[in-house]
């Protein structure tokens, strides 16, 4: 069957959303009124053949069920969220223009639309968070991949954000559009208020220091990431990840001055030194360590300081290479 989702989306993968109605909606059936007995068992069939049709991924006779049920019993309102994400998962982006692939696309938004406002309001926990899923779902379908709407995603983005207000991934998705469509006054500001209402979460900070990365502000791109490993300094990922972007600006920008690729350098490796000095055993932080050193080797006149820069490089390469041998062995061992 045909598999559509984006693996590393804001919003999550769109494909095998995980069934978790069955149950909740099978028992909701039977106390719920004003539609007639034969409906609703009809409903309560057609709901259970869908739910497996959905588990094996046969999109196709799932929606086919789904329908089923809702036409049935309309009441049945944790139907319409997978009923939309069967079509969403139907939907093949390299057919984009196709009418009857296209279609698919519109049945997934009517049906992400519906499952939204149904289950609007509702005190069920599992209800609640079918609802936020169908916006987040509801706001891809308006990406670039699917129907590039994004002035129709736009609303859909601010209507989550008034529901959950600290929650940064709103933030990050309405961030995301205005920038898509060079509103990028309007994307650093989204940004950063996901830092406002979540300050402690390191994830606000990487992404903040992605964007401002994306549009060569290095310096600051360099200050979020640096705010990142401040919040959190017992973490050696964080100044790990300083010198990855030390690094690569250094590498790859073949304007800077050599002054500017001392000082990055330098920054990087104290970045690094510091991971290391958490754990001593961090093998990435160790391998960048040796690549910065690498790089100072080619700035330096005096052969002997060269060559002193290459054996401590070589040196931290072979510890690297141990670390990983080591960690092979231990899982190997472990299986």
Known sequence: MQNHGRKGDPMRSLSGAPLIVAVVGIVGLTSMAGCAQIGRLKAMRSFKEANRAYQTQDYKRAAELYEESVKAYPELTIAYFYLGNSYDNLFSPSKKGEPQNDELMQKAVKNYQLSAEKLAG????TEKMLGKRSLEYLVAAYGAEKLNAPEEAEPVVQKMIQMDPTEPTNYFALAKIYEDAGAYNEAEQ????????????PTVYTTLAGYYNRQGQFDKTMDAL???AAQDPNNPEGYYTIATYYWDKTFRDKTLKEPEKREYISKGIEATDKAIQIKGDYMEAIVYKGLLLRLQATLEKDRKQQEALLHEAEQLGAKAKSLQKAKATGAGAGD
């Open 122 to 125: 509702s005190t069920d926990e």
């Open 226 to 228: 640096n705010q990142r």
């Open 190 to 201: 989204m940004y950063l208020k996901a830092k406002e209402v979540r300050p402690n979460d």
